[in-house]
């Protein structure tokens, strides 16, 4: 494999929201003259709406429709000046009610995210370090990212984890003068709260930790006056605390608010707050309905709406208790999540909802893992109890459904979530193919494996059972591979799909930037496999090209690929995959929709390289067909450089020979960061020498006394038509001097050429200079699958900083 390509996040989602979009699940527009809160109209039907975050229905509250009205007469549509000069008029009004009701310093903010990035920059100083809970909203995580760039250590634990958070705490405080951490206290996709007394004991252990909390999905509908989550379990908020609400959503309004736990930190984020500063401020319409609510909230009335709500909340919950419905966190708050595991089975649930006579959201990537989509309901005052009822007899119809129309079972999706299995049928297979899993590739006739994947690359039987051999019984774990064949196969026998996959250890950042492998390779001197995890792979780390063959005329490829997931799936459980990766794909591949559908994100990789070849052709007539450009290059960047080279092709190569070859490739390897992988086992190159398939074409500076080798082509002859140059390597002081890649590309040419194959597998990597010796360059992409996005996340974080 090569460096990857780094522009894939913003071309997954646009994929994965396409895909939304088209199965009429995002980006719809509401239909109708007007809303009571209860239904919605879509689709020229009307929805009973379970997608709401008004959890109390104070957005139709006629005294807020009356007070925001009453502000557009009195004021006009908004007020065009920033807060730093003058504020609204309602705004001491509204600021001096919201304060009532914290009974603490509060700034009023256009929204939360602004807010988030005005109060994050003025209160982490350079020297500070953050640690974000991974699921922390993404307007928390957009503000800290700013900051990585002015000295501020980011750093990222694992959801909840308190363990993992004291040690990163430790770690911090050796060489931060404060440790923030953001956490939600509801989290907005599965319901789930902050541990928020285990944080504020953390708080009391060490001087350094502050706690900033992102609260607006627990505001008004629980606490004292409406104050949210946090502060309804905290009573007051402590010293080094600080905490967002909301007066939009549940509040009924529009904006967020600051609440600060003294005026010292409330005075600074007022006078300078970045876009608190400079932004506009809410319009009058937003002021008068927030003041409305505030006034509600100040009144007995807040705990009448708290109690109905949580009335309907427990209504749901006891009825979801009597259901197998994969409920991803029981608790109280008005959020719940229904896991569906793959999105392709989360668009068909939602679409059956919704046809059935529900609104309720679809959560996806990237605010959960692709594999971890699933329908995220929530609970209003707005839902009456018939309504909340004849959606869980929906879901309960409609589940399983969706689950046998995606050919897959409620044992997948709670293994996805981690939830606790239950008695339900097993997923199976409909499909009437014969499908065979082989654990070694000397269970299958050879003259078949070859006549379909294995004209690829060094993926034919021999390479096969070679790299068997290879990756078995060494002494270190990473060097040691679990093989696996899959052959699907019709009534007739005709084969439908083939490929080979391993299970190994991967160094997690291998497809991240090259300073976050040189930062991680200073931590791997002491712990060799820090950041590493098993991964499930088509094909391996020692091949590249076409590692999945398919008819894609065949009627039945979609269950041989249904199958394929589910053989998958068996492997990833049975040796603990971290990740599972299907790899080398070209640009127009038939199978996207459906492997996407699976939970499987796009990354596009580089440019793979083909080099096509007449049986008859020779080297002169070859370099005659490039382009005059090309041949220019030719002559003066390579063949004028000819000459200083002795050129040799050594078959079993031994001694002096084998040693300098391995420490050339070595040379390649430790200095290609931008493919971070575990270097091959040493004694991969004696049984490299010893194999009649593989040889290795050498250049040497010639000398007046003796030939010095700097360059070596390591390449595998498969069957008779593609020759394959897997892997260089090069002594780096003479490569600029004397050209000794391009040399040796060259010369894998005319050993092709001499040897008459068809096909040079040249791989990936250095597109440009192979596409100037005539070959053809075709884009390649990977699909992958994570347990979790913890990994990627974190490794993310990493761009740009040094203090990890």
């Not at 492997?595 to 002169?620: A, H, N, R, T, W």
């Amino acid at each position: 494999m090569a460096k990857i390509k780094h522009n894939n996040f913003l071309d997954t989602v646009n994929d994965l929201m396409g895909d939304a979009t088209r199965e009429g699940i995002l980006h719809l527009y509401a239909e109708g003259n007007e809303f009571s809160g209860r239904k919605i109209g879509l689709r020229g039907k009307s929805l009973h709406h379970f997608g709401t975050t008004g959890y109390l229905g104070l957005e139709q509250d006629p005294r807020l429709k009356n007070c925001s009205i009453e502000a557009i007469q009195r004021y006009g549509t908004q007020f065009p000046l920033s807060k730093s000069y003058i504020s609204h008029p309602l705004y001491r009004e509204l600021e001096d009610l919201v304060q009532q009701m914290y009974g603490l310093p509060v700034i009023i903010t256009k929204n939360s995210t602004l807010g988030h990035l005005g109060t994050i920059p003025s209160l982490v100083r350079s020297g500070d370090a953050i640690i974000l809970d991974h699921q922390v909203h993404w307007s928390v995580q957009s503000a800290c990212h700013v900051l990585k760039s002015q000295g501020v250590a980011v750093d990222m634990i694992r959801h909840n984890n308190l363990e993992m958070l004291e040690d990163r705490i430790r770690f911090h405080s050796k060489k931060s003068q404060h440790i923030w951490y953001m956490a939600d206290g509801i989290y907005s996709m599965y319901g789930d709260y902050a541990p928020v007394l285990e944080l504020i004991q953390l708080l009391e252990k060490y001087p350094q930790f502050h706690l900033y909390f992102d609260d607006v999905h627990g505001m008004s509908w629980i606490g004292k006056n409406g104050t949210g989550y946090v502060l309804d379990r905290l009573g007051e908020l402590p010293d080094r605390v600080l905490v967002f609400g909301t007066l939009s959503k549940t509040f009924g309004a529009s904006g967020a608010v600051l609440v600060c736990p003294d005026k010292e930190i409330h005075h600074r984020i007022k006078t300078f707050g970045g876009p608190l500063t400079f932004s506009a401020q809410l319009e009058p319409a937003a002021v008068g309905a927030a003041i409305a609510s505030a006034n509600i909230h100040l009144s007995p009335e807040i705990y009448e709406l708290q109690k109905e709500l949580k009335e309907r909340i427990q209504y749901f919950n006891n009825l979801m208790r009597d259901t197998i419905l994969p409920v991803v966190d029981q608790n109280e708050s008005p959020v719940f999540y229904v896991g569906t595991g793959a999105p392709e089975t989360g668009y068909n649930f939602v679409n059956r909802l919704m046809d059935e006579g529900f609104y309720t959201n679809l959560g996806m990537f990237p605010a959960v893992p692709v594999k971890n989509t699933g329908v995220r309901i929530t609970i209003s005052r707005h839902n009456h109890n018939e309504d909340i009822k004849a959606l869980v007899e929906a879901m309960e119809y409609h589940f399983p459904r969706a689950l046998e129309e995606c050919n897959t079972g409620q044992d997948r999706v709670r293994r996805a979530f981690g939830l606790e299995e239950r008695i339900t049928v097993p997923t199976v297979s409909t499909s009437e193919l014969t499908i065979e899993m082989y654990s070694s590739i000397t269970q299958i006739d050879k003259a078949f494996w070859n006549s379909t994947l294995g004209i690829n690359g060094v993926m034919d039987w021999e390479g096969l059972k070679f790299l068997e051999e290879a990756f078995s019984n060494n002494p270190d774990k990473e060097h040691n591979w679990t093989f696996r064949y899959l052959t699907a196969l019709d009534l007739s026998g005709t084969p439908i799909l083939m490929t080979y996959m391993t299970v190994a250890l991967w160094k997690d950042d291998m497809l991240s930037p090259e300073e976050v492998s040189r930062a991680l390779e200073g931590k791997r001197r002491t712990d060799p496999y820090h950041l590493t995890s098993k991964v499930l792979s088509l094909g391996s780390l020692f091949t590249e090209g076409r590692h999945l063959y398919y008819d894609p005329k065949h009627p039945q490829l979609k269950e041989a690929v249904q199958d394929l997931f589910l053989e998958m799936e068996k492997l990833e459980r049975q040796f603990a995959a971290g990740m599972v990766v299907l790899r080398d794909f070209g640009r127009d591949n038939p199978l996207q929709k459906l492997i996407i559908g699976q939970g499987f994100i796009k990354v596009q990789m580089p440019d793979s390289c083909v080099l096509y070849l007449e049986k008859e052709m020779d080297i002169e007539t070859h370099i005659e067909r490039l382009s005059p450009r090309n041949r220019r290059h030719f002559r003066k960047e390579i063949k004028d450089f000819e000459p200083d080279f002795k050129i040799e092709v050594l078959e079993g190569p031994q001694g002096v020979d084998l040693n300098r070859i391995r420490s050339l490739y070595q040379n390649v390897q430790q200095f290609n960061l931008g493919l971070n992988t575990f270097p091959f086992p040493e004694r991969i190159f004696g049984l490299m020498a010893a194999h009649p398939q593989w040889e290795f074409i050498t250049l040497s500076l010639k000398r007046e006394t003796s030939f010095h080798m700097v360059g070596v082509m390591l390449c595998y002859k498969n069957t008779d038509t593609t020759y394959v140059p897997a892997f260089v390597g090069m002594d780096y002081d003479y490569v600029h001097s004397h050209n000794t890649y391009r040399q040796l590309l060259y010369q894998t040419l005319k050993r092709a050429i001499f040897l008459k194959f068809t096909k040079i597998d040249f791989g990936m990597t250095a597109s440009f200079e192979k596409k100037k010796l005539g070959a053809k360059v075709n884009g390649s992409y990977a699909f992958i699958q994570s347990a979790d996005n913890y990994k990627l996340e974190l490794l993310g974080l990493m761009e740009g900083q040094d203090k990890i």
